[in-house]
């Protein structure tokens, strides 16, 4: 067991009777991959790829493990998935979404650095080419595949884009993992 996977393992568990934190910690992996995916083109055979370079292919074997994981999210549309998720697969998922952000950290780091610079000039950020590619991806990825894609208007949806990018820039830190993780249990608890 490599050490992230070790630090992680010590982490606070889940409480296994609150149905509505689960909930939430699915739609928050969930949003985290979404995000990847709309920055620097990730799709399932990078998420597997990083499963198996960090010997959690167990939990995530295929494509069809891996759909039904990110099926269970609370806000994707049909929700044909497994609605379980348990602990372990949490940290996996965890663990693969950390991976994938240090992989893509200059790209991150790069972008973050441009919302920053837009910010200070009070220029939005779709007038870089970077950041309205992210923009415009992420929105059309979670119109596609949310309940409430077609309900929810541009100006949220950029907002929450935006805020995973800042999330995702901690997430590529060698303390990535233990830091998504305590978020994912501050943001689910009541």
């Known amino acids: 067991m490599n050490s992230t996977v070790s630090v992680l393992s010590r982490q606070p568990l ?15 992996l969930d949003l985290v991959l979404l995000a990847l995916e709309a920055l620097a083109d990730i799709g399932s055979e990078a998420i597997l790829q990083a499963a198996a370079d960090l010997d959690l292919d167990q939990m995530i074997a295929d494509r069809v493990a891996l759909w039904r994981l990110r099926q269970a999210s609370p806000l994707r549309k049909g929700q044909g998935g497994r609605k379980k998720l348990d602990v372990d ?39 870089s080419a970077l950041l309205g590619d992210y923009l415009d991806c992420f929105c059309d990825l979670y119109q596609e595949r949310m309940a409430a894609g077609d309900e ?25 993992p233990r830091h998504f993780w305590l978020a994912l249990l501050e943001r689910s608890t009541p």
């Not at 837009?118 to 950020?125: A, D, G, I, S, V």
């Not at 929810?152 to 800042?166: F, G, M, Y």
């Open 14 to 28: 889940v409480p296994q009777s609150d149905p509505a934190q689960l909930e939430s910690i699915k739609a928050q």
């Open 89 to 127: 697969e949490a940290r996996s998922l965890v663990l693969i979404s950390c991976y994938l952000a240090q992989q893509h950290q200059e790209l991150i780091r790069r972008a973050v650095a441009l919302l920053e610079q837009l910010t200070e000039q009070n220029r939005e950020p779709h007038q």
């Open 152 to 176: 929810t208007s541009p100006e949220v949806l950029s907002h929450l884009a935006l805020k995973l990018l800042i999330d995702l820039l901690f997430y590529s830190a060698a303390s990535g």
